[in-house]
Antibody, heavy 124, light 109 residues
Framework: QVQLQQWGAGLLKPSETLSLTCAVYGGSFSGYYWSWIRQPPGKGLEWIGEINHSGSTNYNPSLKSRVTISVDTSKNQFSLKLSSVTAADTAVYYC??????????????????WGKGTTVTVSS | SSELTQDPAVSVALGQTVRITCQGDSLRSYYASWYQQKPGQAPVLVIYGKNNRPSGIPDRFSGSSSGNTASLTITGAQAEDEADYYCNSRDSSGNRYVVFGGGTKLTVL
């Protein structure tokens, strides 16, 4: 059974860089999209970006200028860096595995495995 | 457009049927996936594809789609179904982004 274990600093000061890592255990790294999602207190889910095993990335346009997602296939890990954080970046950050499939008429995309989440607080 | 729109809150009487909807242009090309999130927990996938349930998800959860609207139906809602529900797909214009709906808070009365 695939599990995602995530870690990183939980308390940052404004202007610092958020850094989180997610390790994939018990399954293949290739053939999937590996995403970061965040959830500010009391609010909904926001997709940050994704990477595949070959290192191809997609980012949320609203965060693209500050986000870098990288992969280390030798360790089955992927990482998130978010620069110049402010209080608005305070959130629970999740990593997740995404899959794309297709039928003759439709595509479908889903995230079937999630990490437990890391609470990140930005405060001076 | 890459937005998915959900009603903020829905309520259902215990044992009754409830439908949670999600609207967006991307749903004309993508089936929505649906996630259940309880307080303090990570989201859990409950429906994906045309109407597929991951292992362990009760069969009272089902999904459907028509045009730009996807629906999650809970037939015979239980107290433990009270949670936030989010829909999700990829953006159909270029397929480079992932989008979530704003979430629906389900209250079981």
């Amino acid at each position: 059974q695939v599990q995602l274990q995530q870690w990183g600093a939980g308390l940052l000061k404004p202007s610092e860089t958020l850094s989180l890592t997610c390790a994939v255990y018990g399954g293949s790294f290739s053939g999937y999209y590996w995403s970061w999602i965040r959830q500010p207190p009391g609010k909904g889910l926001e997709w940050i970006g994704e990477i595949n095993h070959s290192g191809s990335t997609n980012y949320n346009p609203s965060l693209k200028s500050r986000v870098t997602i990288s992969v280390d296939t030798s360790k089955n890990q992927f990482s998130l860096k978010l620069s110049s954080v402010t209080a608005a970046d305070t959130a629970v950050y999740y990593c997740a595995r995404g899959r794309v499939a297709a039928t003759p008429d439709y595509y479908y995309y889903y995230m079937d495995v999630w990490g437990k989440g890391t609470t990140v607080t930005v405060s001076s | 457009s890459s937005e998915l729109t959900q009603d903020p809150a829905v309520s259902v009487a215990l044992g009754q049927t409830v439908r949670i909807t999600c609207q967006g242009d991307s749903l004309r090309s993508y089936y929505a996936s649906w996630y259940q999130q309880k307080p303090g927990q990570a989201p859990v996938l409950v429906i994906y594809g045309k109407n597929n349930r991951p292992s362990g998800i009760p069969d009272r959860f089902s999904g459907s789609s028509s045009g730009n609207t996807a629906s999650l139906t809970i037939t015979g809602a239980q107290a433990e179904d009270e949670a936030d529900y989010y829909c999700n797909s990829r953006d159909s214009s270029g397929n480079r982004y992932v989008v979530f709906g704003g979430g629906t808070k389900l209250t079981v009365l």
